[in-house]
């Protein structure tokens, strides 16, 4: 199993230009998750999906779109790329343990760099 | 809000040496909390977990013990190695399946 795999894993665009992050995952899990991650301010979420079909905000939605047509897919969107928008970008997943709580599991980032 | 708070770093210590990163939190209920690691150029790797009050949470050496009263969850290990050097980050879970970090401690054991 390849757990969860993002496209591409790194990327220079200039300041206006778009582009779309893919996650993909094969673990069936329902959650999915956008964050990005900046030097000395931990992880952040973007947007998440509750499964297939669905989107919501997070903590730092603006400038970002995401999109969940299928269940193990989940794209990130930048219409605009701004140089505020430099970053690693992790996308996530979880599914409720046996113990009855929820764990993430990771992909490998995605590092963006806007000039 | 839910929130966790960590010690800023970097964290340097020798090779046997006793580590402890510590990390406390705000949240509503009772939420599960976390110890994520991240190797360089790597994603998050769950490390260990505490889902209530009391309990203790370890895995490769590493241990930390959900402390309600102090809200707190620290991370220890009693000899760390050079493998051990990463970035370390606190989280908590509430019931609504939204997860909240800490904003990280690196590690840096020298031989």
């Known amino acids: 199993n390849a757990g969860v795999t993002q496209t591409p894993k790194f990327r220079v665009l200039k300041t206006g230009q778009s582009m779309t992050l893919l996650c993909a995952q094969d673990m069936n899990h329902e959650y999915m998750y956008w964050y990005r991650q900046d030097p000395g301010m931990g992880l952040r979420l973007i947007h998440y999906s509750v499964g297939e079909g669905t989107t919501a905000k997070g903590e730092v939605p603006d400038g970002y779109n995401v999109s969940r047509l299928k269940k193990q897919n989940f794209l990130l969107g930048l219409e605009s790329a701004a140089p505020s928008q430099t970053s690693v970008y992790f996308c996530a997943t979880s599914q409720i343990s046996p113990g009855g709580t929820y764990e993430q599991y990771f992909g490998p980032g995605t590092r963006l760099t806007v000039t | 809000g839910d929130s966790v708070t960590q010690m800023e770093g970097p964290v340097t210590l020798s090779e046997e040496a006793f580590l402890t990163i510590n990390c406390t939190y705000t949240?509503?209920?009772?939420?599960?909390l976390f110890w994520y690691v991240q190797y360089p150029g790597e994603g998050l790797q769950l490390l260990l977990k505490a889902t209530k009050a009391d309990d203790k949470g370890s895995n490769k050496g590493f241990e930390a013990t959900y402390r309600k009263e102090t809200t707190s969850f620290h991370l220890e290990k009693g000899s760390v190695q050079v493998s051990d050097s990463a970035v370390y980050f606190c989280a908590l879970s509430n019931n609504f399946n939204k997860f909240y970090f800490g904003s990280g401690t690196k590690l840096n054991v020298k031989p």
């Open positions: 949240a509503t209920g009772y939420p599960s």
